[in-house]
């Protein structure tokens, strides 16, 4: 089955403290990219990438960093989480170019930053 | 101006009535357009996607740009309750950047 997987689901963490949330497709996919969801924004891009070793800016990319060093893998990494990264994290991957947005998303992270 | 503007909502219809979503976006040389449901608590999937002026039909849905104007509309004929959610308009700008709109939450009452 054609899927976009993230973990964990759900995640409390506190300020400061290092995390990642992976994300793998097994669609082989060059495109993926990262969003944030909150209230009253609709989807935020953090970060994508067009293909392996290539990783670019998205709208709000302060406070997070991601690596490609796979096709299929694309994590999320916060060095110091804090209270305004609190959100709804989708992963999402899709075939790239002018298709980039015909993509498919992962289930979703909640993230919470006490 | 925000990019891409959608009314919040929420847009109530009853059963068997036509919903009409709308999307107005900044960047003229836009050239990508999508329209994506989303469930309460679940994840975007996309419904409909379109490149050039017009209509395009899938279905109970049909997509309208209007390049000259710049939005982008969203008709769902026949609405179920099933169609209860929140459409979210994307737009691949001119500069290669993803912006979605807020989203605009459906109510069908059946």
């Known amino acids: 089955e054609a899927q976009v997987t993230q973990n964990p689901r759900y995640l409390i963490t506190v300020t400061g403290k290092k995390l990642t949330v992976t994300c793998s497709q097994n669609m082989n996919h060059e495109y993926m990219s990262w969003y944030r969801q909150d209230p009253g924004l609709g989807l935020r891009q953090i970060y994508y990438s067009m293909n392996v070793e290539v990783t670019d800016k998205g709208d709000v990319p302060e406070g997070y960093k991601v690596s490609r060093k796979e096709k299929r893998n694309f994590p999320l990494i916060l060095e110091s989480p804090s209270p305004n990264q609190t959100s709804l994290y989708f992963c999402?991957?899709?075939?790239?170019?002018?298709?980039?947005?015909?993509?498919?998303f992962g289930q979703g992270t909640r993230l919470t930053v006490v | 101006q925000k990019e891409v503007e959608q009314n919040s909502g929420p847009l109530s219809v009853p059963e068997g009535a036509i919903a009409s979503l709308n999307c107005t976006y900044s960047d003229r040389g836009s050239q990508s357009f999508f329209w994506y449901r989303q469930y309460s608590g679940k994840s975007p999937e996309l419904i409909m996607f379109i490149y050039s002026n017009g209509d395009k039909e899938d279905g109970r849905f049909t997509a309208q740009l209007n390049k000259a104007s710049q939005y982008v509309s969203l008709l769902i004929r026949d609405s179920q309750p099933s169609d209860s959610a929140t459409y979210l308009c994307?737009?691949?700008?001119?500069?290669?950047?993803?912006?979605f709109g807020p989203g605009t939450s459906l109510s069908v009452i059946p």
């Open positions: 994307a737009v691949k700008t001119s500069y290669d950047k993803v912006i």
């Open positions: 999402a991957s899709s075939l790239g170019g002018s298709l980039s947005l015909k993509a498919f």
